[in-house]
């Protein structure tokens, strides 16, 4: 239902259908973007006459219940860096696409090859996690590889379970179960890599604030120097939402919200607080 923000007026309405889901509430968007059954719709705000058609199964099915897959999903900061943008990667039966908004035309397309995971890191660089299946139907990654958006290829794989990622000045922070590693995004060689004590970062993507490498676990806000792994400092008393470990799949689509605006971070909490820290 389309209203007139200036007097409640309905200006037109669409009755839904079985399978169709308004997805352009997501980000502010010059289009109506609804996903159907067999393909993504556009309508024109002010008319609601259809734009333009993208065809294509909307609905893989998933390899297992309580996961879905394919899927994409969007880091910390891609989430703050393309939220007033109107092109946006969807799933499709066969493959990933990122569509322009504005008109319907197919930018990019990647295959899902299998079962893959599209993580987006930021505008330049996007994850491919490759998953695979165990007798017993559960759900495993043990390679991934660097997506370059602009060149539209893939730029290396690596077999190894990555959980979150952030890309900072030529290089590839990761997580991985026990590491947080570093590598070349010329050469793909590691840099640096580091264990840690606490608990796995699995809930939420490293962050870069201020030319630090943040990364947010269950309790403590974690502080590294990205240019050497180096362990700079901790900051305690922080009880955020624990999830099973499903990898990162759980974590992006969960209610906690992490924000970064300067060389500030906001973090809610799941006591009902909002908390606002300053990096210095």
């Keep these: 239902m389309v209203l007139d923000v200036t007097n409640g007026e309905v200006l037109w309405e669409k ?8 997805i ?8 109506i973007i609804v996903s159907q059954k067999d393909g993504l719709a556009a309508y024109e705000p002010s008319s ?20 879905m897959l394919p899927d994409v999903i969007e880091s910390k900061q891609y989430q703050i860096l393309s939220k007033n943008t ?14 322009d908004f504005n008109t319907g035309e197919v930018l990019d397309s990647i295959s899902t090859g299998g079962i893959n995971l599209l993580y987006l890191l930021d505008g330049e660089f996007s994850i491919v996690k490759s998953y695979e299946k165990e007798d017993n139907g559960n ?22 379970t990555l959980l979150g990622a952030v890309v900072y000045q030529n290089k590839l ?22 264990g840690y004590s606490f608990g796995p970062p699995e809930a939420y993507s490293p962050l870069i604030i201020q030319n630090r490498l943040v990364i947010v676990s269950n309790d ?37 919200v992490i924000y970064v605006s300067g060389n500030e971070i906001y973090i809610s909490r799941n006591d009902g607080h909002l908390d606002a820290l300053i990096l210095k």
């Design 48 to 67: 609601g006459q259809m734009k333009w058609k993208v065809e294509g199964n909307l609905f893989p099915e998933s390899p297992h219940p309580m996961i």
């Design 220 to 256: 403590k806000i974690h502080v590294f120097n990205p240019d050497s792994g180096e362990y700079l400092y901790q900051v305690d008393d922080y009880n955020l939402p624990v999830y099973p470990i499903l990898d990162i799949l759980v974590v992006d689509h969960s209610p906690s």
């Design 24 to 31: 352009s509430l997501q980000r502010q968007m010059n289009n």
């Design 173 to 194: 922070i990761y997580t991985t179960p026990e590491k947080i590693k570093c590598i070349s995004l010329d050469t793909s060689d590691l840099l640096w890599e580091c």
């Design 15 to 22: 009755e839904l259908e079985q399978n169709e889901v308004l």
């Design 139 to 160: 759900l495993f990654t043990k390679s991934f590889s660097l997506y370059s958006n602009s060149q539209k290829n893939e730029l290396f794989s690596k077999n190894d």
């Design 86 to 99: 109107n092109t946006q990667w969807i799933t499709f039966e066969d493959c990933f696409r990122k569509i």
